[in-house]
């Protein structure tokens, strides 16, 4: 391939990325759920007729986008190619074919140039409510957990399957919202395809796949190139975690050739009767995440860098659950896995791999105006009816050279919910959110810190805390002599201890106060230098009990 013809490839590639991150850019400001709208919940990108992602946009969750990899093949298994036409657009939120929970929806909208099938927009979106328990792990089935889509048509040739909403608005408690993400979704895709058939139009292309084959090829093989730099061999790593009420064991063995990156989850803890469970296209989605943190994160994302990352999980196990087994909280054990590959590739390199850090959300899901047991109804007189979700997370574990970060959202990379939406969005009232001190485990490194939020309802009713919460007993653990971060806490204003799992019932007139966890540590503390736990004394992030107890100072 000649010099000309290659920075020609590389100006189209540019342009491609700009078609699917205005796709995404699109979803966030026509999304109606505060979710997608200010956390960023969401995932893009184009595909080629088979079903090969080409590019994705950098808006977005890796939980999503990754999934999302391989789930416009199950669309396309039910749906081939000839049966498609212009203006259809197709929707599930099937959990083992989609993003892992019946919240997530996962669209897709073919594109045509003329009568030519020329590439496939896909998107996904979180809804606030697909009804059932709600987002809860509760459940013991994924019957219980909300409305089950299957891939469906949702428009055929322009027009809208009016009965497919009517479904959805029957079954959700926020019919509004859902249905705007649904339209939100359409919008997105169908941007995104104008956007790409004006690109086409612009360099002449009849057709995407030299572009994409280029694109893939390139990609595989500079991803090959950056497995190669790293020592070959197997690491194996355990990690014990809270789970729904008894812990878990995860385990991973990490095997690095010179064709690419095995994960074996083999020894993993089986699947359980509540919602924690994780499909293995959400696991897929995570592992292969972790390994490009460390290794190629640079290298764009699409079916060629991710065919050299191959994971594989014993079917029934927690992390490779099967239907029907309930999933709505698959997030939980699902972000952990980016821990379990560090924790794998810290042994061939700990110069290059952060240590634990809180890794799964502690998401803030709260409902007003809602019976449960251990409600009154008569306490309900007159609430407002609301149900809303605030992103929230600890702090990660620290980083080789450097601390961890405090109250980061990793691995999801979602943003937070401002204080000021949530408390626009309900009635709900946040007396306090600030720093957790000394949650960041102690080290030459310190992980970064959790937070701590005090909730209450502005009005005089109860109202339902949904908790999906780890970390609490198995915090996350230090390397190198670094200490571990500090474990979660979820309790009431007037002092009761509630579980990190379930929904629970805040009283009237009290307060939910929520504390994250914190991010392991690096490093023997007493390494640590004097000026920065000075610095951290001085900021408040580290008390003088601790900087004297700890770190010697």
């Known amino acids: 391939m000649s010099k000309l013809a290659d920075i020609q490839l590389q100006v189209m590639w540019n342009r491609l990325i700009s078609v699917v991150e205005e796709q995404a850019q699109t979803l966030v400001r026509t999304a109606f759920g505060a979710s997608t709208r200010e956390a960023g919940d969401l995932s893009a990108g184009v595909f080629l007729p088979d079903g090969r992602m080409v590019a994705q946009a950098v808006t977005g969750t890796p939980g999503h986008v990754n999934s999302m990899a391989e789930s416009v093949k199950y669309f396309l298994q039910e749906y081939p190619p000839p049966t498609m036409f212009p203006g259809d657009v197709f929707l599930t939120n099937d959990p083992w074919k989609g993003t892992g929970h019946l919240n997530d929806l996962t669209m897709v909208t073919p594109v ?27 459940g013991t089935q994924v019957y219980h957990e909300g409305l089950f889509i299957p891939i469906v048509r949702l428009v055929s040739r322009g027009r809208m399957d009016e009965t497919v909403l009517k479904v959805v608005r029957a079954n959700v408690r926020e019919p509004v919202q ?34 994409s084959e280029h694109i893939i090829a390139r990609s595989r093989a500079a991803m090959l190139a950056a497995v190669r730099e790293w020592p070959q061999g ?50 897929d989605a995570y592992t292969s995440f972790g390994v490009r943190c460390v290794i190629g994160p640079h290298i764009p994302n699409n079916a060629g860098s991710l065919e050299v990352v191959r994971v594989t999980a014993p079917e029934g196990s927690i992390v490779n659950a099967p239907f029907p087994l309930a999933v709505a909280a698959r997030s939980t054990i699902g972000q952990m896995l980016p821990d379990m590959v560090f924790g794998c590739l810290r042994q061939a390199r700990p110069d290059q791999v952060p240590t634990e850090g809180t890794s799964s959300l502690w998401n803030v899901r709260l409902a007003g105006g809602q019976t449960m047991q251990g409600i009154d109804p008569a306490q309900l007189k007159g609430a407002t009816r609301f149900n809303v979700v605030g992103f929230n997370t600890g702090g990660t574990g620290a980083r080789p050279g450097k601390d961890g970060l405090s109250v980061t959202s990793f691995p999801s990379g979602i943003r937070n919910v401002a204080v000021e939406i949530m408390e626009t969005l309900s009635p709900i009232v946040y007396w306090k959110k600030e720093y957790r001190p000394d ?13 701590i939020m005090e909730i209450a309802n502005g009005e005089p009713a109860p109202m339902i805390i949904s908790a999906t919460f780890d970390r609490i007993v198995h915090p996350a653990r230090g390397s190198a002599g670094g200490r571990n971060g500090g474990g979660g806490r979820l309790t009431l204003g007037s002092g009761t201890t509630m579980r990190g799992f379930g929904r629970q019932v805040i009283p009237a007139g009290d307060r939910v106060v929520v504390e994250t966890p914190g991010g392991g540590g690096i490093g023997d503390p007493q390494a640590r230098p004097r000026e920065a736990v000075a610095r951290d004394v001085k900021n408040g992030l580290v008390t003088p009990e601790q900087a004297k107890k700890v770190y010697g100072l």
């Open 112 to 138: 045509f140039k003329g009568k030519r099938m020329v590439a496939l927009f896909a998107s996904t979106v979180h809804v606030v409510d697909i009804g059932g328990l709600g987002l809860s792990a509760d």
């Open 178 to 211: 859902v249905e705007g993400d649904i339209y939100g979704l359409v919008a997105c895709n169908e941007i995104g395809g104008r956007r790409l058939l004006a690109m086409m139009a612009e360099y002449r292309l009849k057709d995407i796949g030299k572009l």
């Open 234 to 283: 197997a690491w194996s790593y355990s990690m014990t975690i809270d789970g729904y009420d008894k812990p878990i064991t995860l385990a991973a063995k990490v095997t690095i050739a010179k064709t690419g990156v095995a994960i074996d989850f083999t020894g993993t803890s089986d699947a359980v009767s509540n919602g924690i469970n994780v499909p293995k296209s959400y696991t």
């Open 439 to 451: 949650s960041g485990g102690a080290g030459q490194h310190r992980g970064g810190l959790g937070q």
